[in-house]
């Protein structure tokens, strides 16, 4: 069937070319504008309790509208944020605001008279300006809000909240972008050069990425119109393009000039190419695309949305490295070792000969492992193993504004929100309590005001806000139920003007006919693992009687059903992963044991790189080295979204690796030559493919968000980890250890593999087309 299709596209290369060039440059557009289609929320199960609550609000509260948050600092020493002067220069600079049609209202110290709106040093202030429109809308209004805004001199304003967060996040990530490329590209360029010894040869993985990439950010930004996706999509879904679509032309690339070597014409170097690497492509394609597509499991956006766009991503690069490339390849026929600096090459390497002296090493090696594999594999997996062990102490945490590096202004205010005003006040946890009766008599008020009072004691809740938390103005004693039953069943006009106005408006924020909501004050910042411990603990508190159903919200309680809710699915997210990827293997190598084993040496490659994940991004070792600020936590779904990558990633070294070492185990019958054989041929494709993708990887480490930061430098780790370790000491040494237990299946199983006939048999004439008659 492969070879087939490459004798397909070969005989139909300039329409193919043509195709896929049009495909390509019609994508371009749509491409250029996918970073304004992504979010930076998806954190929210929209089965989750929170999700019910912020739903609740929206509806029942008239919640669900967005708002920015802008904060006030004076340039003079020891500024009174309260005095007539400083709040004076917060109306001048909000004064054009107010009149702006998509503003509903700007609300601060000087409309409510509230600290909470006032730094705990006294020497800054903040206001809310709300809005007509979803978070989502607000993004567009950024700059036109900003742009009204005109701080007198001496005063500053910056603005933060979604709409700011997400546009600077966005802006972020594409010079991320931008500076990986910059980065990865040249040094790729000089792997390939150093591969191949000829630069033509070299351009053909870098041409292919350059079309795949393009129509899958394309496919991407159709995609998010659709639903949500994570802005962190756009970086992920490039850190793969680049390295897989470089590493899949490398392996069909490198296959055709080996088939051109042998005397093969173009056609049949073509054919052969397409049969034998680009099956093992295809294969290790669909073994990363359904690793990602472990995301789908999960239920928050954040997380789903990469696994689809990475899917995307993956298939595109083998749908242009099967079409594309092999056109490309048929057209140009010899010429694609034009150029050559084979010479320089050789000269750099050291030796004489291109091939035969790097290649015995590899052999060499490859039999002195298999000489002695338990004294090679033991001290090997006790190595990973201690590696690995930091990844015992992982906790983790749904990131904030604070990921972001200082100096970007939205981060700062956040920050400044966080950690400079009286904590929690920006970020309560949100309670709705559903009254057995009418939230404002008596019984119901004392129901609410016990559970009130129950959560105070709740560690780590400062306080508790609500409608029925009063103060006797004659005795300075908090109301009891009654007295308060009584205020909000006083007619209109019976209290004074502003006591009336006061109990109004608490019963327009708190209170909607049976459900009464509560704010608990936390100190504890909310993304920490901290500060989403409060959550359970304020779910374990049993309703008193007149109480028929709490219902929790709030940022922390999202971070928690997030987690919660990642952990519930992450059995199933792994288990149908590895599961899919051993089913895979199995209809490619037609052995029970190549799958098994498979998975095992894919995880302990994790473990390395899972294990550098908590050791420096979450205990902040290498901090200064790696340019970030620690933030005591791993970022929540940043292991999850490894593991699906990697899970993938790996298995396109064990395609190919395995694929030459069965090819010459069905040649010759023997399989410690048979290992050593492939081991050798596979060296220099699989070692340049490697250090690509270490390089793009390595190059995302330049990040400034931590985010994709520590994704980078994990993957980067564990492709080398695999590469290396896994690829050069542990393959051969179990191999070695299995004997012909390697190519066993059960009866049944092994006729069904048979019966598929996807397993390869290097050379077989019968597939090879005649040369097609020369056309002009």
Same mark, same amino acid.
């Given at each position: 069937?492969?070879?087939?299709?490459?004798?397909?596209?070969?005989?139909? @290369?300039?329409?193919?070319?043509?195709?896929?060039?049009?495909?390509?440059?019609?994508?371009?557009?749509?491409?250029?504008?996918?970073?304004?289609?992504?979010?930076?929320?998806?954190?929210?199960?929209?089965?989750?309790?929170?999700?019910?609550?912020?739903?609740?609000?929206?509806?029942?509260?008239?919640?669900?509208?967005?708002?920015?948050?802008?904060?006030?600092?004076?340039?003079?020493?020891?500024?009174?944020?309260?005095?007539?002067?400083?709040?004076?220069?917060?109306?001048?600079?909000?004064?054009?605001?107010?009149?702006?049609?998509?503003?509903?209202?700007?609300?601060?110290?000087?409309?409510?008279?509230?600290?909470?709106?006032?730094?705990?040093?006294?020497?800054?202030?903040?206001?809310?300006?709300?809005?007509?429109?979803?978070?989502?809308?607000?993004?567009? $209004?950024?700059?036109?809000?900003? $742009?009204?805004?005109?701080?007198?001199?001496?005063?500053?304003?910056?603005?933060?909240?979604?709409?700011?967060?997400?546009?600077?996040?966005?802006?972020?990530?594409?010079?991320?972008?931008? @500076?990986?490329?910059?980065?990865?590209?040249?040094?790729?360029?000089?792997?390939?050069?150093?591969?191949?010894?000829?630069?033509?040869?070299?351009?053909?993985?870098?041409?292919?990425?350059?079309?795949?990439?393009?129509?899958?950010?394309?496919?991407?930004?159709?995609?998010?119109?659709?639903?949500?996706?994570?802005?962190?999509?756009?970086?992920?879904?490039?850190?793969?393009?680049?390295?897989?679509?470089?590493?899949?032309?490398?392996?069909?690339?490198? &296959?055709?000039?080996?088939?051109?070597?042998?005397?093969?014409?173009?056609?049949?170097?073509?054919?052969?190419?397409?049969?034998?690497?680009?099956?093992?492509?295809?294969?290790?394609?669909?073994?990363?695309?359904?690793?990602?597509?472990?995301?789908?499991?999960? @239920?928050?956006?954040?997380?789903?949305?990469?696994?689809?766009?990475?899917?995307?991503? %993956?298939?595109?690069?083998?749908?242009?490295?099967?079409?594309?490339?092999?056109?490309?390849? =048929?057209?140009?026929?010899?010429?694609?070792?034009?150029?050559?600096?084979?010479?320089?090459?050789?000269?750099?390497?050291?030796?004489?000969?291109?091939?035969?002296?790097?290649?015995?090493?590899?052999?060499?090696?490859?039999?002195?492992?298999?000489?002695?594999?338990?004294?090679?594999?033991?001290?090997?997996?006790?190595?990973?193993?201690?590696?690995?062990?930091?990844?015992?102490?992982?906790?983790?945490?749904?990131?904030?504004?604070?990921?972001?590096?200082?100096?970007?202004?939205?981060?700062?205010?956040?920050?400044?929100?966080? /950690?400079?005003?009286?904590?929690?006040?920006?970020?309560?946890?949100?309670?709705?309590?559903?009254?057995?009766?009418?939230?404002?008599?008596?019984?119901?008020?004392?129901?609410?005001?016990?559970?009130?009072?129950?959560?105070?004691?709740?560690?780590?809740?400062? /306080?508790?806000?609500?409608?029925?938390?009063?103060?006797?103005?004659?005795?300075?004693?908090?109301?009891?139920?009654?007295? %308060?039953?009584?205020?909000?069943?006083?007619?209109?006009?019976?209290?004074?003007?502003?006591?009336?106005?006061?109990?109004?408006?608490? &019963?327009?924020?708190?209170?909607?006919?049976?459900?009464?909501?509560?704010?608990?004050?936390?100190?504890?910042?909310?993304?920490?693992?901290?500060?989403?411990?409060?959550?359970?603990?304020?779910?374990?508190?049993?309703?008193?009687?007149?109480?028929?159903?709490?219902?929790?919200?709030?940022?922390?309680?999202?971070?928690?059903?997030?987690?919660?809710?990642?952990?519930?699915?992450?059995?199933?997210?792994?288990?149908?992963?590895?599961? $899919?990827?051993?089913?895979?293997?199995? #209809?490619?190598?037609?052995?029970?044991?190549?799958?098994?084993?498979?998975?095992?040496?894919?995880? #302990?490659?994790?473990?390395?790189?899972?294990?550098? #994940?908590?050791?420096?991004?979450?205990?902040?070792?290498?901090?200064?080295?790696?340019?970030?600020?620690?933030?005591?936590?791993?970022?929540?779904?940043?292991?999850?979204?490894?593991?699906?990558?990697?899970?993938?990633?790996?298995?396109?070294?064990?395609?190919?690796?395995?694929? /030459?070492?069965?090819?010459?185990?069905?040649?010759? =019958?023997?399989?410690?030559?048979?290992?050593?054989?492939?081991?050798?041929?596979?060296? =220099?494709?699989?070692?340049?493919?490697?250090?690509?993708?270490?390089?793009?990887?390595?190059?995302?480490?330049?990040?400034? %968000?931590?985010?994709?930061?520590?994704?980078?430098?994990?993957?980067?780790?564990?492709?080398?980890?695999?590469?290396?370790?896994?690829?050069?000491? #542990?393959?051969?040494?179990?191999? /070695?250890?299995?004997?012909?237990?390697?190519?066993?299946?059960?009866?049944?199983?092994?006729?069904?593999?048979?019966?598929?006939?996807?397993?390869?048999?290097?050379?077989?004439?019968?597939?090879?087309?005649?040369?097609?008659?020369?056309?002009?």
């Amino acid at each position: 069937m492969f070879s087939r299709w490459g004798a397909f596209v070969y005989r139909r @290369r300039r329409i193919v070319l043509l195709a896929m060039l049009l495909l390509a440059a019609g994508a371009a557009p749509l491409a250029a504008g996918t970073a304004g289609q992504l979010s930076s929320g998806g954190w929210l199960d929209r089965n989750s309790e929170s999700a019910t609550v912020a739903s609740r609000l929206e509806r029942e509260f008239g919640g669900g509208r967005s708002a920015f948050i802008v904060l006030f600092r004076s340039d003079a020493p020891g500024a009174d944020a309260r005095s007539d002067a400083f709040q004076s220069a917060i109306a001048t600079t909000v004064a054009a605001v107010k009149s702006d049609g998509r503003v509903t209202g700007v609300t601060g110290y000087a409309e409510t008279h509230d600290d909470r709106f006032i730094s705990v040093a006294g020497d800054a202030a903040y206001v809310v300006i709300g809005l007509n429109m979803t978070d989502d809308e607000s993004v567009g $209004a950024v700059d036109a809000i900003h $742009a009204r805004l005109a701080p007198p001199a001496g005063y500053s304003a910056a603005m933060t909240g979604f709409g700011p967060i997400q546009k600077d996040s966005a802006a972020l990530s594409e010079k991320d972008l931008q @500076r990986a490329e910059t980065v990865s590209l040249p040094i790729a360029a000089l792997v390939l050069i150093l591969v191949f010894s000829s630069i033509v040869a070299a351009g053909m993985p870098l041409v292919v990425a350059g079309l795949a990439i393009p129509f899958s950010l394309a496919i991407i930004n159709l995609l998010a119109r659709q639903t949500e996706m994570s802005i962190y999509v756009l970086n992920i879904a490039t850190m793969l393009g680049l390295a897989l679509a470089i590493d899949y032309s490398l392996f069909i690339t490198s &296959r055709f000039r080996e088939e051109l070597a042998k005397g093969r014409s173009t056609e049949q170097a073509v054919t052969i190419a397409v049969g034998t690497a680009g099956k093992a492509v295809l294969f290790s394609g669909v073994a990363v695309a359904i690793g990602l597509s472990g995301l789908l499991w999960f @239920r928050a956006s954040a997380l789903s949305s990469i696994g689809l766009g990475g899917a995307v991503v %993956v298939l595109s690069s083998v749908v242009f490295a099967l079409t594309f490339l092999p056109a490309l390849l =048929g057209v140009l026929g010899p010429r694609v070792n034009a150029l050559s600096i084979g010479g320089l090459v050789r000269r750099i390497r050291g030796g004489s000969s291109p091939a035969t002296p790097r290649q015995s090493r590899w052999e060499r090696m490859a039999l002195a492992v298999m000489r002695r594999p338990l004294a090679v594999l033991v001290p090997v997996l006790v190595v990973l193993f201690i590696a690995g062990s930091p990844f015992f102490r992982l906790q983790q945490g749904v990131p904030d504004a604070s990921i972001f590096p200082a100096g970007l202004s939205s981060r700062d205010a956040w920050v400044a929100l966080m /950690r400079e005003f009286r904590a929690g006040e920006t970020s309560p946890i949100t309670i709705l309590a559903d009254t057995s009766r009418t939230a404002t008599d008596t019984a119901s008020i004392q129901a609410v005001m016990d559970y009130g009072a129950s959560l105070a004691k709740v560690d780590g809740i400062a /306080r508790v806000e609500g409608p029925f938390t009063l103060t006797d103005p004659s005795t300075g004693a908090a109301m009891g139920a009654a007295q %308060v039953a009584q205020l909000y069943a006083a007619p209109a006009g019976s209290l004074p003007p502003q006591l009336e106005a006061a109990v109004a408006a608490l &019963r327009k924020a708190y209170i909607r006919n049976g459900v009464v909501r509560l704010d608990a004050i936390s100190p504890l910042e909310p993304a920490t693992p901290a500060g989403t411990a409060v959550v359970p603990r304020i779910r374990a508190v049993a309703a008193p009687a007149g109480v028929s159903k709490i219902q929790v919200g709030g940022v922390a309680a999202i971070a928690d059903d997030f987690l919660a809710s990642q952990n519930d699915r992450l059995p199933w997210a792994i288990g149908t992963t590895l599961l $899919a990827s051993a089913i895979i293997l199995f #209809l490619l190598f037609g052995s029970l044991a190549i799958p098994l084993k498979a998975v095992v040496m894919t995880l #302990l490659s994790l473990s390395a790189s899972f294990g550098a #994940l908590v050791w420096i991004f979450q205990e902040g070792n290498l901090h200064e080295v790696l340019n970030f600020n620690p933030i005591g936590f791993t970022i929540a779904g940043n292991p999850i979204i490894m593991f699906a990558v990697l899970i993938g990633l790996s298995m396109d070294y064990e395609v190919l690796l395995l694929s /030459r070492i069965q090819e010459s185990y069905r040649r010759t =019958g023997d399989n410690t030559a048979a290992v050593a054989e492939g081991l050798a041929k596979t060296a =220099g494709v699989i070692t340049g493919a490697a250090m690509i993708m270490v390089v793009v990887f390595s190059s995302f480490a330049l990040a400034d %968000v931590i985010t994709i930061k520590s994704i980078g430098v994990g993957m980067a780790l564990a492709v080398f980890v695999d590469a290396t370790i896994v690829r050069v000491l #542990l393959v051969p040494a179990t191999m /070695r250890l299995l004997g012909e237990w390697n190519w066993w299946a059960p009866g049944i199983l092994g006729r069904l593999a048979d019966r598929l006939g996807f397993s390869h048999v290097e050379d077989d004439e019968a597939h090879i087309p005649e040369p097609a008659p020369a056309t002009s």
